[in-house]
Antibody, heavy 122, light 107 residues
Framework: QVQLQESGPGLVKPSQTLSLTCTVSGGSINSGGYYWSWIRQHPGKGLEWIGYIYYSGSTSYNPSLKSRVTISVDTSKNQMSLKLSSVTAADTAVYYC??????????????WGQGTLVTVSS | EIVMTQSPATLSVSPGERATLSCRASQSVSSNLAWYQQKPGQAPRLLIYGASTRATGIPARFSGSGSGTEFTLTISSLQSEDFAVYYCQQYNNWPPTFGGGTKVEIK
C-alpha cells in the first residue's frame, strides 16, 4: 500500500517561498508509470491542482500558478518537493501530495497524503 | 479552464435513503470525470473515475453516470459513514479542475 506524507513549515511569511516535501513509502517514485501531484485546498473551499512530476523529472504546472511553482523529485530519497514563491495570504491552504491511478490516468488521484496546513502570515 | 458546478451545495438525507448529486461542466468533458469523497480532517478519497467506474474498494452503493456536460453520483442507501463532502473533477481538459463540492448531511 502506497503511503504519502507531507512535511514542512506550517507558517510562512508573505513574499517568502513555501517549501514542502512529500515522502513516499510502500512504493518507489522511480518505478515509473505514475505521476505525482501537489493539490491544495483553501480553508473551507474546493480543491486546486498545482502540478505534477514524473520520476524522470518531467513536470506540468497549473497555468494559474506556473510562474511561482517548482516541483522536483529526489528518487534516492523517494521524495518529491514543492516550492511556491512570493506567497501571499491567498496561498494559505492545506497542501496535499497525491499519486495518480496509473494506466494513463494522470489526473485521477488515488493515493493521497494526509495534507499539511500552511498559513501565510507575518 | 473548464468550470465544474455542483448542485445542490448541501443535501439533507436520512440514513437508508437515496442521494443524488449533480455535477455540470462548462463544456464537454466526455466521460473523463471523477468523484471524490472527503470527510472532515481527511484527504479526499477517489470513488469513481471514467464517470462510472468504481475505484478499488468502493462499495456498490456508489454509482456514477453521465457524459458530456451532465453527471450524477448516486448513493443508493446512505450509510452513516457516507455523510461527507463530495467533489467532482474533470480531467478531459488541462488543467484538471474540481467542482465546489456537495455536502451530504444527516436529515
Amino acid at each position: 500500500q502506497v503511503q504519502l506524507q507531507e512535511s514542512g513549515p506550517g507558517l510562512v511569511k508573505p513574499s517568502q517561498t513555501l517549501s514542502l516535501t512529500c515522502t513516499v513509502s510502500g512504493g518507489s517514485i522511480n518505478s515509473g508509470g505514475y505521476y505525482w501531484s501537489w493539490i491544495r485546498q483553501h480553508p473551507g473551499k474546493g480543491l486546486e491542482w498545482i502540478g505534477y512530476i514524473y520520476y524522470s523529472g518531467s513536470t506540468s504546472y497549473n497555468p494559474s500558478l506556473k510562474s511561482r511553482v517548482t516541483i522536483s523529485v529526489d528518487t534516492s530519497k523517494n521524495q518529491m518537493s514543492l516550492k511556491l514563491s512570493s506567497v501571499t495570504a491567498a496561498d494559505t491552504a492545506v497542501y496535499y501530495c497525491a499519486r495518480d491511478l496509473g494506466s494513463g490516468y494522470y489526473y485521477t488521484f488515488f493515493f493521497w497524503g494526509q495534507g499539511t496546513l500552511v498559513t501565510v502570515s507575518s | 479552464e473548464i468550470v465544474m458546478t455542483q448542485s445542490p451545495a448541501t443535501l439533507s438525507v436520512s440514513p437508508g435513503e437515496r442521494a443524488t448529486l449533480s455535477c455540470r461542466a462548462s463544456q464537454s468533458v466526455s466521460s473523463n470525470l471523477a468523484w471524490y469523497q472527503q470527510k472532515p480532517g481527511q484527504a479526499p478519497r477517489l470513488l469513481i473515475y471514467g464517470a462510472s467506474t468504481r475505484a478499488t474498494g468502493i462499495p456498490a452503493r456508489f454509482s456514477g453516470s453521465g457524459s458530456g456536460t451532465e453527471f450524477t453520483l448516486t448513493i443508493s442507501s446512505l450509510q452513516s459513514e457516507d455523510f461527507a463532502v463530495y467533489y467532482c473533477q474533470q480531467y478531459n481538459n488541462w488543467p484538471p479542475t474540481f467542482g465546489g463540492g456537495t455536502k451530504v448531511e444527516i436529515k
